[in-house]
């Protein structure tokens, strides 16, 4: 479903990315793991056309590399950054209605579907985004990203400030999500979280991919999560 090759990031003459490689199939569900500063927030908007990518990178079989954001998500493939983005002045149902490609041909979920997955949004779906609590914000951004109806989820650090309940109760949706059969890449730090729902790893280390596999087979390797995981 999405393929990346080769791929190469710069912020001004600061080479970040230098040469990942991935693959995500329909379905499945992908840890990128590796510590702050290694390159996985710029693989994911690399792979959104924020960050401008060298290589290739591929969805569905087309490329995407150098096309604009809004151009990329309208094919599919949805993205839920580490910055919450939200409309603090909105509703929380306004946010939702935001998040609808097409008015006239809505997707597979709807406001009431995403509502009844987050209680704590259906209490507070009248009032203004801005009031909602850090681990409120992340759910709305993820419902807001799913009324577009993705084919793939590039899911950034999700849990990253939360507490230890809100934490859990991110992890348990993002694994109902990928019940649904959405493939999602999920960039994360706690290994609780990424490996219960993970079906394949990816661990990061110097801007590219230094491992690859199973979470059976990376509980395994305690070499790589010393020299790559462990601060």
């Excluded at 954001?69 to 094919?75: K, L, N, P, V």
């Excluded at 579907?113 to 850090?134: I, K």
């Excluded at 899911?155 to 649904?180: R, S």
Aim: glycine share 10%.
């Amino acid at each position: 479903m999405l393929s990346v090759k080769d791929l190469h990031a710069f912020y001004g003459k600061s080479h970040v990315l230098r040469g990942v490689n991935m693959e995500i199939m329909p379905g499945e569900v992908i840890a990128l793991l590796g510590r702050n500063g290694v390159g996985r927030s710029t693989t994911a908007k690399a792979i959104m056309g924020e960050v401008a990518p060298k290589g290739e990178i591929t969805f569905k079989g087309k490329p995407i590399a150098g096309l604009e954001s809004h151009q990329i998500a309208r094919m599919g493939l949805g993205y839920v950054p580490e910055s919450r983005d939200i409309f603090p002045t909105m509703t929380v149902r306004q946010n939702l209605v935001l998040g609808v490609k097409d008015m006239k041909n809505p997707g597979k979920y709807s406001i009431d579907q995403m509502l009844d997955m987050f209680p704590n949004l259906r209490a507070r779906a009248d009032n203004p985004a801005g009031v909602l609590s850090g681990g409120e914000k992340q759910m709305l951004t993820m419902c807001r990203t799913l009324m577009g109806d993705p084919e793939l989820i590039i899911i950034d650090e999700p849990t990253e400030g939360l507490a230890p309940k809100i934490v859990q109760q991110i992890g348990d949706t993002i694994a109902e999500i990928a019940k649904t059969g959405v493939a999602i890449l999920l960039v994360e730090q706690k290994l609780s979280i990424a490996l219960r729902i993970a079906n394949r790893v990816y661990v990061m280390g110097h801007g590219e991919i230094v491992y690859g596999g199973t979470p059976a087979e990376f509980a395994t390797r305690d070499d790589v999560k010393k020299e790559w995981l462990e601060v």
